[in-house]
């Protein structure tokens, strides 16, 4: 969609989130991996707004800390006297440029999407209005703000739960608190607000009232899905809009052609990659920036976080993954935990009960029962026995381990790093390795069997002896 003009964003984050019991400012909240905050930021930024101001008040520091890195200005709000008086402290940083349309958004709303922003502007500059609010029909309209209309069905004002009269009360179309203002408009309604209301506040939507009684346009535009508009104000409403954020994720992939097994216990967080014909299994969790290409099926129980896992892998059950990459047809579980900066090669395995930390496990290569594999670098077509522990921790240092391409660790090697064990070598199994295996050598390290014969059925006999006395 291609706007005439440019716009700029207000958002309104300075209120302390009283109804969160929470010491934490609200905005700061995760909801679906990301702070509350975040997900207005993301829905805003692709309307390119200029600027982009966030008024800030509670637990200011924490909150511009949290963003600092970005292109957000702040404004202070102190104290906070409410959602108009939040404006007005803008006031400055929004008169800096009269002639462009200022989009309201509250702090609080995650499920709000750029599409429904972008409507909400060019319905605002294709009425030439003075203000196009975002409302929505809700079953059970609660604590939100009503919208009252003229008979003629023409927006005149918006009233709080707690201000309205028990017939507005029983209105079913709500203020979403996502507005978006011509600036002169605005700010000569702003000056005239009061707080003569149940809250003693000022009310942004006192400012709508106003503008409808001067003669202004207000337009209303209905959100097609309600959720949109969900304010969070309280924990059980953050994990409501944490879950749709899910689901709505959810939703996109199985209609780019993931196979999402259970749509109650799969997460796959905001900046994950899930290529179609992936398969994921019940309670897969897939976190931060991980990627998982076509043909790989993760799960069940599985938590990846940061990963990558390549065409056609398997991650099977109870696994365990970060900062970790895991190669073409390799397959990892069940019971893996796979520990930072690690890389699986392709076609590798890494079996139940084997945990890996800073290692490279060469391609086709296999650990694939109960070991500990730490700073290690493993060629190709390695076999690590059952069992096989580096010792990479001398109680101050960390050590590398190196096995060349095609050794053959035994079982319950114990393998002391620093130390390499040569390409194509053998190590016998139950070996304590000190010292390097040179490429081809066997290299046995542990004492030598002895066999007595017949010493147990002589330790019979003398018993029995010893019962009869
Ligand atoms: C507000 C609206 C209500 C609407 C609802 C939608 C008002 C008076 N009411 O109510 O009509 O249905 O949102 O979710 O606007 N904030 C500040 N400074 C303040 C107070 C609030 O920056 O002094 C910020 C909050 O951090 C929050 C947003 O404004 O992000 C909305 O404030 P909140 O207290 O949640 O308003 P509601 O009571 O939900
Ligand atoms: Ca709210």
């Not at 809250?199 to 939507?205: D, F, K, M, N, V």
């Not at 053959?408 to 304590?432: E, K, Q």
Request: contains cysteine; neutral net charge; hydrophobic residues 40%.
């Amino acid at each position: 969609m291609v706007r005439e003009a440019p716009f700029q964003v207000l958002v309104l984050a300075a209120g302390k989130g009283t109804r969160m019991r929470s010491a934490r400012a609200k905005v700061l909240h995760t909801a679906f991996e990301l702070p509350l905050l975040e997900h207005v930021l993301r829905a805003v930024r692709p309307l390119a707004p200029s600027p982009l101001t966030v008024v800030v008040g509670h637990q200011a520091e924490q909150v511009e800390q949290a963003f600092a890195d970005t292109d957000l200005a702040f404004v202070q709000q102190q104290p906070q006297r409410g959602t108009g008086h939040a404006v007005q402290t803008a006031r400055e940083a929004i008169g800096r440029f009269p002639e462009r349309p200022l989009l309201v958004v509250s702090g609080d709303t995650p499920l709000l999407r750029s599409e429904t922003l972008e409507k909400l502007v060019s319905m605002h500059c294709a009425r030439r209005a003075s203000v196009t609010l975002l409302s929505a029909e809700i079953e059970d309209p609660g604590a939100y703000g009503r919208v009252v209309r003229s008979k003629a069905g023409t927006v005149e004002r918006i009233v709080e739960a707690v201000d309205a009269s028990p017939e507005e009360r029983a209105l079913h179309e709500v203020n979403a608190g996502i507005y978006v203002f011509d600036v002169p408009a605005l700010l000569s309604a702003l000056a005239l607000l009061d707080d003569r209301n149940a809250q003693g506040e000022l009310y942004l939507t006192d400012v709508v009232g106003r503008i409808s009684n001067d003669g202004g346009i207000v337009c209303a535009v209905c959100a097609s899905d309600p959720c949109e508009a969900l304010g969070v104000n309280t924990l059980e409403e953050l994990a409501l809009a944490g879950d749709m954020l899910r689901r709505r994720r959810l939703r996109a992939l199985l209609e780019s052609g993931v196979v999402v097994e259970d749509l109650a216990s799969v997460c796959v967080g905001p900046d994950v990659t899930v290529e179609a014909d992936a398969i994921l299994r019940p309670f897969t969790m897939l976190e931060g920036h991980s990627y998982v290409a076509a043909g790989s099926r993760v799960g069940p129980f599985v938590r990846l976080v940061n990963c990558t896992v390549g065409e056609s892998a398997e991650i099977l059950d109870h696994c365990l993954l970060r900062d970790s990459s895991i190669g073409a047809g390799a397959t990892v579980g069940p019971f893996a935990h796979v520990r930072p900066e690690s890389v699986v090669g392709a076609k590798a395995k890494v079996g139940n009960f084997v945990e890996l930390k800073k290692t490279h496990l060469g391609d086709g290569s296999k650990a694939p029962h109960l070991s500990y594999l730490g700073d290690s670098t493993i060629g190709p077509r390695v076999n690590v026995g059952a069992g096989t522990i580096t010792c990479n921790y001398d109680g101050t240092h960390k050590h590398p381990t190196r096995i060349g391409a095609g050794a053959f660790v035994g079982s319950h090697a114990t393998l002391v790093a620093p130390v390499s064990v040569g390409a194509g070598a053998y190590v016998a199994a139950g070996s304590v390795i000190t010292e390097d295996v040179p490429d081809d050598a066997l290299a046995l390290g542990r004492a030598r069997q002895v066999t007595k014969p017949g010493w147990a059925r002589r330790r019979r006999e003398s018993l029995t002896r010893e019962e009869k006395r």
